[in-house]
């Protein structure tokens, strides 16, 4: 009996120090790295991280798997008021991350995802075409979408209260730890980046997109208030209209083209997407064809060159760009349609050289350099 009793004293002690190093379930069992803890739901073939177990640690990178067992989702509250960790990676394996995953990590930098909100359910803009050809699908925004609906609305110490704009007319109020600057997409396949994926972040100054993108939503980066960089994959086809509209803090060299050739797929830029940016100057890929209405109207910009492929010009596309001085159009092979008051009111611009050029056709269109030094 008393070797039974030993055994069992044994096996207890054991169990504990297991549980200790590295997590448990709910059931006990080993969860598998130190400090996270695991479930399996009902019915379900995957993991659930359901919390963290604060070990000091200042990095993440939650696995893949845990013995041979995908890790798939982030649970509500996992890591509820964590104080320590200041990088986490989520691995792509993971498809769903719950309400308010992070509330309360406070200590946070710097963060990798698959995906912006919820999933990856990613519609760029309203009315995008889907199914059979010319059938045209509405689509829904909702908050499950923004980057802030991860971070949950609790209010806390170090946490900043950001107005999170979802949809055309949508907001709600999120808490974001105060010092997370850095964003990392690393999605391992095609995504657009969502409508109004970060609207009103506030506290973000990076983000990193990785080549899989091949869309920038309607509205995702508009109002990043402290936005000073971000990269365009050469995957992207359309960067949507207003997506970094009032971000006051784009600067020069603020925004990458990860390819300026004419292999990129970038062809169209969408109306006041960059929208009273402070960029001072951009080189835009050749690839483009269309630069959208008032698409850097109020800017800050002061020199740009005219992509070889641009065949339009919107209306107002750089309407009150008071500082602009220098518009390069040698590199256009073509004609371009410069549509109604696209100068209008760049009142340091010298335009004589852009009036007498044949590559720009104005036939029709009015006052498209009223208020320009010709």
């Known amino acids: 009996?008393?070797?039974l009793v030993k055994l069992l004293t044994v096996c207890l002690l054991a169990v504990v120090m297991v549980c200790g190093?590295?997590?448990?379930?709910?059931?006990?069992t080993p969860s598998g790295?130190?400090?996270?803890?695991?479930?399996k739901r009902h019915n379900e073939n995957f993991y659930t991280v359901s919390g963290f177990v604060d070990n000091g640690s200042t990095t993440l990178s939650i696995p893949a798997e845990v013995e041979g067992v995908a890790v798939g989702r982030i649970g509500t509250n996992a890591f509820k008021n964590n104080g320590t960790l200041t990088s986490i990676v989520v691995p792509t394996s993971v498809t769903e991350i719950e309400a308010g995953a992070f509330t309360g990590v406070k200590a946070l930098k710097e963060i990798t995802l698959p995906f912006i909100g919820m999933n990856a359910?990613?519609?760029a803009y309203y009315g995008e075409t889907a199914g059979s050809e010319g059938e045209e699908n509405e689509k829904a925004t909702d908050i499950e979408r923004h980057f802030a609906y991860i971070f949950g609305t609790d209010e806390y110490t170090y946490g900043s209260q950001i107005t999170a704009t979802y949809s055309a007319g949508g907001t709600a109020s999120y808490y974001l730890p105060h010092g997370l600057s850095k964003v990392i997409l690393n999605s391992d396949s095609?995504?657009?980046i969502p409508m109004y994926a970060f609207a009103g972040v506030t506290t973000v100054r990076e983000i990193v997109l990785p080549a899989t993108i091949d869309a920038i939503g309607e509205g995702?980066?508009?109002?990043c208030a402290n936005l000073n960089r971000v990269n365009v994959p050469a995957n992207v086809e359309k960067i949507y209209d207003s997506a970094f509209s009032g971000c006051a803090r784009l600067v020069n060299g603020g925004i990458v083209f990860d390819d300026l050739t004419s292999t990129c797929a970038l062809t169209t830029i969408g109306s006041k997407a960059f929208y009273a940016t402070k960029l001072t100057e951009i080189t835009l890929p050749a690839s483009v064809t269309t630069i959208g209405e008032q698409c850097f109207a109020t800017s800050s910009l002061r020199s740009i060159v005219l992509p070889a492929s641009l065949t339009e010009i919107g209306f107002y596309a750089f309407y009150e760009c008071k500082y602009l001085t220098s518009v390069d159009i040698?590199?256009?092979t073509g004609t371009v349609i410069v549509k109604n008051a696209a100068f209008m009111n760049c009142e340091r611009l010298d335009a004589t050289t852009l009036k007498a050029s044949a590559k720009l056709d104005v036939t029709g269109s009015a006052n498209v350099f009223e208020g320009t030094l010709a």
């Open 1 to 3: 009996m008393k070797r």
């Open 21 to 28: 190093l590295f997590g448990c379930t709910p059931d006990g």
């Open 33 to 39: 790295e130190k400090g996270l803890k695991f479930e």
């Open 121 to 123: 359910n990613s519609d």
């Open 190 to 192: 095609a995504y657009s």
């Open 220 to 223: 995702a980066f508009s109002n």
């Open 330 to 332: 040698s590199a256009v």
